[in-house]
């Protein structure tokens, strides 16, 4: 009879998996060839094979709990891209803008629903505090896919999604506080809640300095690459559990854990492998969510659900704006970040069943307000699309006059960032009579460059729109010449699924760029003063009255070695892989046969 329970359990699981994953991969490549993101397409894949849709899957509560892990995993892998002191230089906006947004969005849409809606005054706060929080699930992927992450914009949304994170803690002790029902003698008290979080928070830090760091240099002295994944999983799951057991955020502490990484020389390796488990279990929370949508209650008071969402996003993104400005953020990307965060977010979920468990709202109201929360959700992409179609107006207007690549003639390359580097790269392949598209963002460079006799077309070359507006699909290579470190993988991506049969070069700001870039399939990257870096070097050697084949050796030797630290670097993420292959004052490249004795000869004579 158990075997029995056991086969059909198993035939469920699979069946259910096949149906889901199906319905993902159709819904999110049919909105994905249209622009309108992925997150939509698994929300709207959800709806159909859920409950109130043709019901082929019965019971997406339990997925939820499974797919929750893809939060997990997603501030874990964005811990890792904050080291203590550069999460120190965010106090600010995460405890100034933070507090505020959490405080003013929550008592005005608070104050929305005991108007609009006829609650009692406890019942509007349940619902119009968790109404503040944002979908930390939709903005930080969104974030990280277009490299804006670690830009002063995308440090300031993170900062705020951050805080809301650790708001949950008094949110749920205001619940607690407000609440009808009787007293659970096992629940937590709000007080015993705030010391549970500061206990964990300073226990996960200490391990991390003294457990989580040296376990790695375990874990990397065996160089097995599936230790790595282990130990990673095991990290964050540790992590989590430990917050769990205290009815505390397992996503805050998988995100301290990360943190306590971000330094780590492994933090690159490790990031690409957990990456995948976050990719997978995202899309599954948001189908899980579509299907937890109750279309009943939509249809039942359809105005309500569309209005109230409206009204939210309305709301939370002027409200934003409006502190964003008292904060001294410029008009344009104020804008932007009450648009991203404007949405409500899926932690509103717990707390909705948190006021049910406490007397203060109906099972009904906690379905029609957690149909708003994902109706919300819903409209991100379409939110994000008239931001960039602002950011396309605002553009527009520091490029008056200037031409598009949209005119420009068929070529065989396209140059991105017609500058110092570009234009030396340009200018080679024109010595060879190859046809060259130029593009450039700076409006005074290509009036600069029109002097000179030479047509630069103005826009945003590592947009897929603009580049294929340039010929991009026809070209036989596009080489990225910006700089800074902003285009990195994760940016380049799209670009080379768009464009397959153009080899992709880029200019990498330094080692650790040049590392990053590894993930890529790119045809070319180089550090932009690493070859200015080996002529000084070769010049210096000379002065000192070395023969020319001894430079060359010593040029060879280091180039050779640097690549194969570099290489090597790349597979571990550890930045100290071949340090051994380093030239130091006690690691010197052995003399030749011919030429001088030693280098402390020429130096002494």
Known sequence: MEAHQAATAAELVLRDGVIILGAALVFVMVFRRFGLGAVLGYLLAGALIGPDGLALISAPEEMLHIADFGIVLLLFLVGLELNPARLWRLKQDIFGLGLL?????????????????????????????????SSTAQVLPSLRSDGTINTPDGERAFSVLLFQDLSIVPLITIIAALSRAPVDPNAPTGLQLTGYTIGAIVGLVAAGRFLINPLFRLVGRVAERELFIVAGLFIVLASAAVMESLHLSTALGAFIAGVMLADSPYRHELEADIDPFRSILLGMFFVAVGMLLDLDAIAARPLFVIGMALALITLKAVLLFGLARLFGVERRKALKLGLLLSQGGEFAFVLFAAAQSAALIAPEAATLFAAV??????????????????????????????????????????????????????Q????????????????????????????????????????????????????????????NAHRLEPILEAFPQAAIFVRAFDRLHLMEMGAADIKFAVREVFESAVLMGREALTA????????????????????????????????????????????????????VDSAAQVVDG
């Open 428 to 487: 080679m392949l024109m010595a060879k009579g190859i046809s060259v598209t130029l593009i450039d963002s700076k409006p005074s460079q290509i009036e600069v460059s029109g002097s000179f006799g030479l047509k630069v077309y103005y826009g945003d070359g590592t947009r897929l729109d603009l580049l294929r507006l340039a010929g991009a699909n026809e070209v036989r290579a596009i080489l990225f010449c910006l700089d800074g470190k902003w285009l």
């Open 101 to 133: 947004q959490v405080t003013v969005c929550g008592l005005a849409i608070s104050g929305l629903i005991y108007v609009a809606a006829g609650f009692s005054v406890a019942a509007s706060l349940a619902i119009g505090l968790p109404l503040a929080l």
């Open 373 to 426: 929360v994902t109706v919300s959700m819903a409209s991100t992409p379409f939110l994000m699309m008239v931001n960039d179609w602002l950011d396309r107006r605002s553009r527009a207007g520091d490029g008056d006059g200037l031409d598009g690549p949209e005119g420009s003639p068929d070529s065989c390359a396209i140059v991105v960032g017609y500058g110092r580097f570009g234009q030396t790269v340009a």
């Open 544 to 595: 000192f009255g070395f023969e020319p084949d001894e430079v060359s050796r010593v040029e060879q030797e280091y180039r050779d070695r640097d690549r194969e630290r570099l290489e090597s670097q790349s597979r571990s993420g550890n930045l100290h892989a071949l340090r051994e292959r380093m030239f130091t004052p006690d690691n010197r490249l052995a003399d030749a046969e011919k030429g």
